[in-house]
T-cell receptor, first 115, second 108 residues
Framework: NAGVMQNPRHLVRRRGQEARLRCSPM?????VYWYRQLPEEGLKFMVY????????ESGMPKERFSAEFPKEGPSILRIQQVVRGDSAAYFC?????????????FGPGTRLLVL | KNEVEQSPQNLTAQEGEFITINCSYS?????LHWLQQHPGGGIVSLFM???GKKKHGRLIATINIQEKHSSLHITASHPRDSAVYIC??????????FGKGTKLSVKP
């Protein structure tokens, strides 16, 4: 049973370009969480999605960031018009059930570098 | 003040030493996680607990709900335990609130 997959593992973008980060949850998991880790800082929650629904996006910046988790295919975190401050490691995690008492399994992360 | 505070921020130990990392939180939680982040960046979930104590190999995690405090202990530490250890609490919606991590270095 493959773990949580993220791709790409490393992504380089120039300011103003778009970044698309993909997350395939563990098989059977329908709950996905995205977290951001800025350099020298702790992880911060961004968004929690269930298939085709955004459950909690309280950690998402209001502009340029969006996330989706379609019925088929991976969850996508999209950053439009990237700026240098978006450079960070972006982790997704998945869980089998709603995460009140469930372990979240983390992917390896995507390291985004904005030049 | 952060909602989740860890101490110490950095910890250097000699191989074989007993290690304790502390986590205090100020919000109501449904569960607390201890995570390990290796130098390569990958994150592994070590424990999820909501009461009492859990043990896995040389790792022990305890939580005191009344005092809003948890500890992670490593017995007979080894250089391969060198990593960042992160405490995270689960809020009401299920999202995690993270501490800044404790960077552990175990010297041979």
């Amino acid at each position: 049973n493959a773990g949580v997959m993220q791709n790409p593992r490393h992504l380089v973008r120039r300011r103003g370009q778009e970044a698309r980060l993909r997350c395939s949850p563990m098989k059977g998991h329908s709950h996905v969480y995205w977290y951001r880790q800025l350099p020298e800082e702790g992880l911060k929650f961004m968004v929690y999605l269930q298939k085709e629904n955004i459950i909690d996006e309280s950690g998402m910046p209001k502009e340029r960031f969006s996330a989706e988790f379609p019925k088929e295919g991976p969850s996508i975190l999209r950053i439009q018009q990237v700026v240098r401050g978006d450079s960070a490691a972006y982790f997704c995690a998945s869980s089998l059930l709603a995460a009140t008492q469930e372990t979240q399994y983390f992917g390896p992360g995507t390291r985004l570098l904005v030049l | 003040k952060n909602e989740v505070e860890q101490s110490p921020q950095n910890l250097t130990a000699q191989e074989g030493e007993f290690i304790t990392i502390n986590c205090s939180y100020s919000v109501g939680i449904s569960a607390l996680h201890w995570l390990q982040q290796h130098p390569g960046g990958g994150i592994v979930s070590l424990f999820m607990l909501s009461s009492g104590k859990k043990k896995h190999g040389r790792l022990i995690a305890t939580i005191n709900i009344q005092e809003k405090h948890s500890s992670l202990h490593i017995t007979a530490s080894h250089p391969r335990d060198s990593a960042v250890y992160i405490c995270a609490v689960r809020g009401s919606q299920g999202n995690l609130i993270f501490g800044k991590g404790t960077k552990l270095s175990v010297k041979p």
